[in-house]
């Protein structure tokens, strides 16, 4: 009989932070511009070039941490780590081994299995390095620094999970608070949020835990489940092989659906840190600690039961509509302006979502504006358009971010309300239709469908269903 | 008199006045230059139609009342570890031979605020690793007093600069010694001031925590001039505090009441006996003006040079980690890969000595090793630093000799690095505490060759040992 195994997992997890200007300089970290763009003596490791701290990288590491109820530890450092690579332009990384600035936290998660805390280690800050660009047509190397001195966190948790589930609900947790608290933007497939996986398998119930390996390369959280999955069936039959497995550092290839080996134990560096001498060390006084805390906003929590009291949104949408910011955002905002919270609600989960879905989106992603989803849901509460006409326009808003007022007033969409030329078209339709309002006085309720989309159809969609209906009826009861 | 005779705040003075323009002062010098250069290669960089072009500027701008600096118009020199912008900055070393900075260093911006003449840049050992400025990869340096000597170092070529009239100050930088040591050994003023007080930005660094920039000169009210101009508060600098002091305030012919210590550990075996009856009678010179004399132990002096090769050499080994062929500077010209170009570059690119010190802070950082060498090495620097503190709980000055000999020949230094490096003994406890300390001439030895005299101060007091230091040197003119 086969051994069951438990899988051990930890996660490394770096966050970019949103702040404007990067950790030691004052140039940009806007994403996506021409190589090198955003670079300066400091960026780029010139001999002479000094470093200077931004004060908000460490505002934004303590609110993570205070967020993640982790000790701030109010006289940190920061070290040096040091290793040759042309992405890193001084052959040192500033970062934070000694004194890292938060420690011991924890967070909640829930998966089927029940409620559980998943400890945080540390977090403590860094810089990000360049980008590398191979040109294999011309066989050299180009490097590009802007991405070089961009901040970062790095969380590091402790190997608390035990499944892919728990691994995904930690980190959508992360990327909860860290967007509520506006310090990063969290997206996997653009690099701002970036996971690596230490995994190591046991047989249940043993007291040690094995080997481990580092998974890296992982974009989305799909390719995260996926190389769990791999990686404890790869050690899984290691060992029923009687092999061992090897501490090492893997890359998972999504496309290929595997992993293999980047460098082992044995191959590790000698990273020699030591504080860095052109910092002083970081001071965050009781002070400083309460006024990032009296700045923290209101986190999913929270804001989940103020919407079920405050605006009478059933759990079920509350749950949904702040499970992420942008979504949460979108509906006080709009609520704000049209004071109809539910049908902001059945937008932003109906619609919304569907379309979200059909683009292969976020909603983080959303772009809209919430004025214009306002403007749609008055036009439709005040009987200017129907229904079905509010569907199409809702699409264009969320393509096109367009007015909805101008729309409809531009393409003609409104409501017909013309009751006697309404009924001079249904007593046509009724007249071309004998068939259907034979079946009608039969007793086939059905029918009567027919003949509204039919009138819907004469009326470009503009018509009134509720019109239609009556003036219908009065016409078949004849 | 000729015109290179004068100091700096005089010459300053006499431009101002409109007795002398700056351009015939930079004339001046780049005729001394062309002189005495070829036999004692100060230099590294000589920019001739820069410096008269800057000349002419500046003495328009004089001659309009825009500039009055009280340097306004005076030729300087720059250490070639100081970055100054489109102008070679080689640190001495083959790795930047071709290295030209894209900005200028703080002090140099302040130097050119204040009206400064830049001649060019000066030679020095590698890196500013060396005590002898034989270490340079342009030549070694010679010291004017007796060209088959050494200048002393690291900042060789801007003390020797000062002393050859090739120019009327220089910047030069001090990590263990390199301004006050080779400003013995030429017989001129030098000066590290307190760390923090000078902006290290555009600094090429050695020793990150212990650099400071200093000026090189030829008395003691040029040097409070000087320090007055380049000390900024600079927000680039994290280190920088530039606590605002007007040091030519101190530049006061009196020194009763001032309490001077005498560490009997500076005059101990090793000491060569001109010296020490050199610096003892010029402590004696100061008792005769009002200062009371107090010898006393002031201990760990035996544990300063090996704290000090650790902590220096551990930085200096990630500080030079950026000179990788990459970006800028020397590259092999032929390599097989990546790491085959790193290897090479460097190995063709460096040095025998800042090889040896890279080896040196690679060994003490590394896992294992850290805690018994770094970490040591920064608890024996905290220790010193409360010696020191002990001390000027009792004296406003301590006074000591700056090297324990005076400048050595040519040649006799570099074979045994051990000794080179024991000659550091009375300067580098000075940096490992951040103090402020002065180097000024004290007599000749009979080999002909001048003695340097160092006056120590508590953080922040640079005006204690400015006062003590005007006030011997006017004893001097008086006697």
């Known amino acids: 009989m086969s051994k069951t195994y438990e899988t051990v997992i930890g996660l490394e997890v770096h966050v970019e932070l949103a702040t404007k200007t990067k950790i030691f300089c004052g140039c940009s970290t806007a994403f996506g511009a021409e190589p090198n763009a955003h670079t300066c003596p400091v960026c780029t490791g010139m001999p002479g070039s000094l470093p200077v701290l931004n004060k908000q990288v460490v505002e934004y590491a303590t609110a993570v941490g205070l967020a993640t109820n982790c000790k701030i530890t109010q006289y940190n450092k920061f070290d040096r780590k040091n290793y040759f690579y042309p992405d890193n332009p001084q052959n040192y990384q500033i970062s934070q081994l000694y004194l890292p600035i938060c420690r011991d936290g924890k967070v909640e998660i829930e998966t089927e299995n029940g409620k559980k805390f998943i400890g945080i280690h540390e977090i403590h800050m860094e810089e990000d390095a360049g980008k590398l660009i191979h040109d294999e047509w011309d066989d050299c190397s180009l490097v590009d620094y802007n991405r070089s001195g961009v901040p970062l966190i790095e969380i590091v948790s402790e190997p608390d999970m035990r499944s892919a589930e728990e691994v995904i609900a930690y980190l959508e947790k992360l990327r909860l608070i860290i967007q509520y608290l506006g310090a990063s933007d969290c997206k996997l497939n653009e690099g701002s949020m970036r996971a690596d996986v230490n995994l190591s398998v046991r047989e249940a119930g043993a007291a040690e835990f094995g080997t481990r390996t580092e998974m890296k390369n992982l974009n989305s959280f799909k390719a995260i489940s996926r190389a769990i999955e791999n990686e404890r069936e790869r050690q899984i039959d290691l060992i029923e092989e009687g092999k061992s497995v090897t501490q090492e550092t893997r890359r998972w290839d999504d496309n290929k659906g595997y992993s293999y080996a980047m460098r082992s134990k044995e191959d590790a560096q000698d990273y020699r840190y030591f504080p860095d001498p052109d910092l002083t060390p970081v001071v965050i006084s009781d002070e400083w600690i309460e006024e990032i805390k009296s700045r923290q906003p209101e986190f999913r929590d929270e804001k989940k039961a103020r919407y079920i009291k405050e605006f009478g949104l059933p759990e079920y949408d509350a749950d949904i509509i702040t499970l992420y910011k942008k979504m949460a955002d979108m509906f006080e905002e709009t609520t704000a302006i049209c004071k109809l919270p539910k049908k902001v609600s059945n937008y932003l989960m109906g619609e919304t979502m569907k379309l979200l879905k059909a683009a292969n989106k976020e909603p983080d992603e959303l772009s809209f504006s919430p004025e214009n989803l306002a403007k749609l849901i008055m036009l439709a509460e005040n009987g200017t358009i129907n229904g079905s006409v509010a569907k199409d326009v809702f699409k264009k808003i969320f393509e096109e971010d367009i007015d909805p007022e101008k729309y409809v007033e531009e393409n003609g969409l409104k409501m017909d309300n013309d009751e006697e030329g309404l009924k001079a078209t249904i007593e046509e339709i009724v007249a071309k239709n004998p068939q259907s309002v034979e079946d009608y006085k039969n007793g086939k309720d059905k029918a009567i469908g027919f003949l509204v989309g039919q009138t819907m159809k004469a009326t470009g969609g503009k018509a009134n269903p509720g019109v239609i209906n009556k003036i219908l009826k009065e016409i078949l009861s004849r | 008199m000729s015109i290179l005779d004068y100091t700096a705040t005089t010459l300053a003075a006499k431009i101002k006045a409109g007795e002398i323009s700056a351009i015939e002062a930079t004339k001046a010098v780049l005729e001394q230059i062309e002189k005495t250069e070829e036999l004692y290669n100060c230099y590294v960089t000589i920019d001739k139609d820069g410096a008269l072009k800057q000349a002419e500027e500046i003495q328009s701008k004089i001659e309009s009342g825009e500039l009055v600096s009280p340097l306004a118009g005076v030729p300087v020199a720059i250490k070639d570890n100081i970055c ?396």
């Open chain 2, 84 to 479: 100054t912008e489109g102008m070679l900055t080689t640190c001495s070393s083959k790795i930047l031979g071709n290295f030209v900075p894209t900005f200028s260093a703080e002090v140099v911006e302040n130097l050119k605020k204040a009206g400064a003449v830049i001649i060019g840049k000066t030679n020095m050992d590698e890196f500013a690793m060396g005590s002898t400025t034989e270490t340079s990869a342009y030549g070694v340096t010679r010291n004017p007093k007796n060209p088959e000597h050494v200048p002393g170092g690291s900042s060789g070529g801007s003390a020797a600069a000062v002393a050859a009239n090739e120019c009327f100050y220089a910047l030069g930088s001090d990590t263990g010694g390199s301004i006050r040591q080779p400003a013995g050994y030429c017989g001129v003023v030098g000066m590290k001031p307190t760390y923090s007080t000078v902006s290290r930005y555009g600094l090429i660094a050695y020793g990150s925590s212990l650099d400071q920039i200093g000026p090189l000169c030829k008395d003691v009210t040029d040097c409070a001039t000087i320090l007055d101009i380049i000390s900024s508060h600079d927000t680039k600098d994290s280190t920088s505090v530039g606590k605002k002091t007007d040091y030519t305030k101190a530049l006061v012919n009196d020194v009763k009441g001032m309490k001077i210590g005498i560490p009997r550990d500076y005059f101990g075996d090793g000491l060569d006996s001109e010296v020490k009856k050199a610096v003892l009678n010029a402590a004696k010179v100061l008792e005769s003006r009002g200062a009371i004399l107090e010898e006393f132990d002031l201990g760990l002096v035996e544990y300063a040079i090996p704290a000090y090769y650790t902590i220096a050499a551990a930085e200096a080994s990630s500080n030079l980690e950026r000179f990788d062929g990459i970006k800028y500077g020397y590259r092999t010209e032929e390599f097989s890969d990546l790491h085959n170009m790193y290897k090479k570059t460097r190995s063709e690119g460096f040095g025998a000595e800042v090889k040896r010190r890279i080896m040196l802070g690679s060994f003490v950082l590394s896992s294992g090793y850290y805690d018994a060498y770094y970490l040591k090495a920064l608890k024996v620097k905290a220790l010193i630093k409360k010696a020191f503190d002990d001390a000027f709980s009792k004296y406003d000055v301590i006074l000591g000799p700056v090297a324990p000999t005076t400048a050595p020949k040519l040649g006799e230094s570099l074979s045994d690095p051990i000794k080179m490096y024991l000659g550091d003994i009375y300067t580098i406890s000075i940096n490992l505490a951040g103090l402020p300390a002065i180097s000024l001439p004290c007599g000749i030895a009979s080999n002909g060759l001048p003695i340097g005299l160092q006056l120590i101060g508590d953080c922040y007091k640079e005006n204690n040992i400015i006062q003590t230091a005007y006030t011997y040197e006017q004893a001097g003119k008086e006697d």
